[in-house]
């Protein structure tokens, strides 16, 4: 293990993560990791909301070796293979109404990038519209329509022609206890910064339906629908980032649909194909066909063994009814922390839609990012065997998003430790 970690410092570019104990993972299962010791962690953070499905999932594995022992690459667009097809013949089954052309790329940035150009092109456009606070990506293209300017602030200038429209941050808006008030507000806000913050030559609007790095934002249920309604008046597409939120993740295979809106290109990674590298943007067929040669291609886009493991992945998805399982999980893990919050100050906010939950720290009534409190929550509970993520806009939000198999035991298990650690961190901190 030590000779693992000095190879990581020795040759492994590491420095734009924060320094923090490593640990080596050495085998996976279900939604336990194993580091080289031979010591456990119960992973509530999913590989950064990626194995949906659980780590190793056995349908998964059996369809990438399978297809394995047959195809390993061909570069799937120079020549046709029967993953790629399948899969994107699902894809059109469960995507939202109408969107049923996919193109397959390796990671979710790549995707953002290849949606972004697909919509310049069709539409003629050349602006795009983004969200204060989202991410989506940290390739050039990827990290101009990124809000988060944590994430973005060593690496600009970024491409010219992105305007940023208000996130719906319910908590620290000027509506906080009227959701549905900041859901109308942002929404006209989106029509001012058509007006007044483009040249009127804007192709897309992007934006995640649950805001993933900027500390799990929900937006108020009718938010969509009034934007939607501004970017049909203007001509503008709708590019939904589903890279974090989509495949069960949120209680339903998409997060989109708790919203009733049809996007019209939706973009998929992570959760896609349970751990092997897969990405998608997937549309309408007159979008699609605005492809002409030359425009694209990816050599390794819609890969053969992680087309098959996507589609094996999608398949347990569905028939273990996991989207249902995220809803009813969530919802006691959202009421379990509710009621911590009640006890401790340090809890600004817990929300979340499924399992993908946060809980904001604060430190007053001013609302102070509690950021290393934070931070010291995830180091706590690694010392108890439990990984969790920590994001958003400040860094003061603590993220559980643990494979949807999850078991209430090892809910209750992770819930336990998280009380304890909120304890632990929360004592100097208001003492």
């Known amino acids: 293990m030590s000779n693992t970690i000095q190879k990581y410092k020795d040759y492994v570019m590491t420095g734009f993560l924060k320094s923090v104990a490593p640990i080596v993972i050495d085998r996976a299962s279900g939604c336990t990791v194993t580091d080289a010791s031979g010591r456990e962690y119960l992973d509530c953070f999913s590989g950064i909301s990626v194995v949906n499905a659980g780590h190793c999932n056995p349908q998964v594995i059996a369809a990438a070796k399978k297809q394995m022992d047959k195809l390993v690459h061909c570069s799937s667009y120079l020549y046709h293979v029967q993953p790629v097809a399948d899969l994107a013949e699902k894809l059109a089954d469960i995507a939202p109404r109408g969107l049923t052309k996919t193109f397959f790329g390796n990671g979710g940035a790549e995707a953002i990038e290849g949606a972004m150009k697909l919509a310049r092109l069709y539409t003629g456009k050349h602006e795009f519209i983004a969200l204060h606070a989202s991410f989506h990506g940290r390739s050039w293209g990827a990290l101009s329509v990124t809000g988060n300017q944590g994430r973005k602030k060593r690496g600009g200038p970024y491409a010219p022609g992105v305007a940023f ?52 934002l929900v937006p108020p249920p009718n938010y969509f629908e009034a934007v939607k309604k501004i970017l049909d008046q203007h001509g503008i597409l709708f590019i ?192």
């Open 165 to 216: 429209a208000p996130a719906p941050y319910t908590y620290r808006s000027q509506w906080p206890d009227a959701p549905e008030e900041c859901g109308w507000q942002c929404a006209r806000a989106l029509e001012d910064v058509i007006r007044f913050a483009t040249s009127g030559d804007v192709a897309a609007f992007i934006a995640e339906p649950v805001m993933g790095e900027g500390g799990i």
């Open 240 to 431: 939904a980032d589903e890279v974090q939120s989509g495949f069960a993740r949120c209680g339903k295979m998409f997060a989109i649909e708790h919203y009733g809106v049809d996007p019209d290109i939706l973009v998929t990674a992570k959760g896609i194909a349970n751990g092997f590298p897969l990405s998608a943007y997937t549309t309408r067929p007159e979008i699609a066909a605005a492809y002409k040669p030359g425009d694209h291609l990816s050599t390794f886009g819609g890969n053969p063994v992680s087309c098959a493991a996507a589609l094996a992945n999608i398949e347990f998805l569905e028939k273990e009814n996991l989207a249902a399982r995220a809803t009813e999980t969530g919802n006691y893990v959202i009421s379990k922390l509710r009621e911590l919050q009640r006890e401790n100050p340090l809890i600004g906010e817990v929300r979340g839609l499924g399992l993908m939950i946060g809980v904001e720290l604060v430190r007053d009534e001013k609302l102070t990012p509690a950021a290393s409190e934070a931070e010291g929550i995830r180091d706590a509970l690694l010392r108890q065997g439990v990984l969790v993520g920590v994001g958003g806009v400040y860094g003061n939000v603590v993220r559980f998003q643990p494979p949807l198999i999850i078991t209430r035991q090892q809910i209750d298990r992770a819930l336990n430790a998280f009380a304890a650690a909120l304890a632990e961190v929360a004592q100097p901190a208001h003492a």
